[in-house]
């Protein structure tokens, strides 16, 4: 098991950008795929963006891709996304998870049952 801690969201101007990152411990981070997902208020968890266990391979949904980067830092066991262009539609809870399978990578949407540990979610309110 992994235990994971978000840091980073706050309320932000549209068009603003905000970096989250996630603070990963109890088991070898480097060896798991990682992502973010969001669950904005009414709606089911989204995923936002996923990074396999090297970091050579990165997926987004489309609607942030071109405007999120997801990359992680193995050597601090520290995920990040950075969030640029926010809009309105960005705003959500923001959370990260941790893959159960060692050394996935993946080339389209995971499914959310591919991950077994989740942070607590940090607030990201995009607002004028």
């Known amino acids: 098991q992994v235990q994971l801690v978000e840091s980073g969201g706050g309320l932000v101007q549209p068009g603003g950008s905000l970096r989250l990152s996630c603070a ?3 088991r070898t981070f480097s060896s ?4 973010w997902f969001r669950q904005a208020p ?11 266990w090297g970091g050579g391979t990165t997926y987004y949904v489309n609607s942030v891709r071109g405007r999120f980067t997801i990359s992680r830092d193995n050597a601090n066991n520290t995920v990040y996304l950075q969030m640029n262009s ?4 960005d705003t959500a809870v923001y959370y990260c998870a941790a893959d159960k399978t060692l050394h996935r990578q993946y080339y389209s949407i995971p499914p959310t049952g591919n991950f077994g540990s989740w942070g607590q979610g940090t607030q990201v309110t995009v607002s004028s």
């Open 24 to 26: 990963a411990s109890g």
């Open 32 to 35: 798991y795929a990682m992502a």
């Open 42 to 52: 009414g709606k089911e968890r989204e995923f936002v963006a996923v990074i396999s």
């Open 86 to 89: 926010l809009k309105p539609e």
